[in-house]
């Protein structure tokens, strides 16, 4: 049996051309675990109320960050995709697919299937699991490939050991050349209801103020928690002392509440507190993309000069970074090595049931 590996991001447009970022709002806008709103609500939203603006607006924004090698977010999945290969092997190849746009989920699995892979390790590239990305991401995984023979590596990896060191390893050197006065760590948004949506009792998730506090049953699949997990690690691991550390969450879209604090409307309070030197770390990412490079690189910079801040420095994400690939690559062996031992457990002793081979969780 030949394994291979798929990496899974979100995705980017073609180009930043208005007509190429519409078709890719389009495809992204139109998930129902993204925008998770009834089919009819959905289109309408989409199709008068977004797409008539928004395309422009992101192309716009997309110019601003786009490199001769394209995409910020596509050329570091590649470069991250070219380490692992480096790394693991020809015996186990990588392949990187979008859940939106190129490299297609669908195109990257066909080559690993091309490559003589009749089994597939999927590892999606988003450290705190919901549903809008992880979900959304496995589900397109499974429509394309099939179940047979595809295993997911890790469903999250929020507070990971290799993904905490890893990020220390990026962002350490960074803070203590800047040295700031606060270290701000900024996630990507989530409305408030798909938070509330994996609660099981409904008790839990947003009503107790301390729900973010510890991970247990009632959350072990919010996304609001794990970010505050993965930022309670990154705080320990870097030395970052509880009042010179903050969490927070950007992007937001459309009028109904998110989840808080909001990173534009945290900036002044930072100021108002005497804060000058600011550094932001972008832990939801994995790699750099019009949400780290331009919403924080450019845009709060701006704010944060408009309120009469000293600096802003951007941490950039892990990328293609060597603490990083070699984490990942490590990954990818353990759960390539812990089905072939289950494998070749299952055929020295025929009568071995499925609960005794069972594949990692999906």
């Known amino acids: 049996m030949t394994t291979g590996a798929l990496l899974v991001n979100l995705g980017t447009p073609a180009s930043?051309?208005?007509?190429?970022?519409?078709?890719?709002?389009?495809?992204?806008?139109?998930?129902?675990?993204?925008?998770?709103?009834?089919?009819?609500?959905?289109?309408?939203?989409?199709?008068?109320?977004i797409l008539p603006f928004r395309p422009r607006r992101s192309?716009?924004?997309?110019?601003?960050?786009?490199?001769?090698?394209?995409?910020?977010?596509?050329?570091?999945?590649?470069?991250?995709?070219?380490?692992?290969?480096?790394?693991?092997?020809?015996?186990?190849?990588?392949?990187?697919?979008?859940?939106?746009?190129?490299p297609s989920i669908r195109r990257a699995g066909e080559r690993l299937r091309q490559a003589g892979a009749t089994r597939i390790l999927v590892l999606p590239l988003f450290p705190q699991y919901s549903s809008a990305a992880t979900g959304s991401a496995l589900r397109r995984?499974?429509?394309?490939?099939?179940?047979?023979?595809?295993?997911v590596v890790r469903e999250h990896f929020h507070d990971a050991p290799g993904f905490v060191s890893s990020w220390a390893a990026v962002a350490g050197p960074r803070l203590r050349s800047f040295r700031p006065d606060f270290a701000l760590?900024?996630?990507?948004?989530?409305?408030?209801?798909?938070?509330?949506?994996?609660?099981p009792g409904g008790g839990h998730c947003l009503v107790r103020e301390d729900?973010?506090?510890?991970?247990?049953?009632?959350?072990?699949?919010?996304?609001?928690?794990?970010?505050?997990?993965?930022?309670?690690?990154?705080?320990?691991?870097?030395?970052?002392?509880?009042?010179r550390v903050a969490t927070s969450f950007q992007s937001r879209l459309g009028?109904?509440?998110?989840?808080?604090?909001?990173?534009?409307?945290?900036?002044?309070?930072?100021?108002?507190?005497?804060?000058?030197?600011?550094?932001?770390?972008c832990p939801s990412f994995v790699a750099d993309c019009l949400e780290t490079l331009e919403?924080?690189?450019?845009?709060?910079?701006?704010?944060?000069?408009d309120l009469g801040g000293e600096a802003l420095c951007l941490v950039?994400?892990?990328?293609?970074?060597?603490?990083?690939?070699?984490?990942?690559?490590?990954w990818i062996r353990e759960a390539a090595a812990a089905q072939t031992g289950a494998s070749s457990a299952a055929a020295a002793t025929p009568e071995a049931s499925a609960s005794e081979t069972a594949t990692p969780p999906r």
């Open 295 to 305: 919403e924080i690189g450019i845009r709060a910079r701006q704010q944060w000069q």
């Open 255 to 281: 009028r109904t509440p998110w989840i808080r604090p909001y990173t534009d409307l945290l900036l002044p309070e930072l100021r108002a507190r005497g804060v000058s030197r600011l550094a932001v770390l």
């Open 316 to 330: 950039p994400c892990l990328n293609a970074e060597p603490e990083w690939a070699a984490c990942v690559a490590g």
């Open 211 to 243: 729900c973010c506090e510890r991970i247990g049953p009632a959350n072990r699949r919010c996304y609001r928690a794990q970010c505050f997990g993965t930022s309670r690690a990154l705080a320990a691991a870097l030395g970052l002392s509880g009042d």
């Open 59 to 102: 192309a716009e924004a997309y110019a601003k960050i786009w490199s001769d090698r394209g995409s910020p977010l596509l050329v570091h999945g590649r470069a991250l995709r070219d380490a692992l290969a480096a790394r693991l092997g020809p015996g186990l190849p990588v392949e990187l697919g979008m859940r939106y746009g190129e």
């Open 185 to 199: 760590l900024s996630y990507h948004g989530l409305p408030e209801r798909q938070i509330r949506r994996l609660d």
């Open 16 to 49: 930043p051309r208005v007509g190429d970022v519409r078709r890719y709002l389009r495809e992204f806008l139109g998930d129902p675990l993204v925008i998770d709103l009834p089919a009819l609500p959905r289109r309408l939203l989409l199709e008068c109320v």
């Open 141 to 151: 995984v499974r429509e394309c490939l099939g179940e047979g023979g595809v295993e």
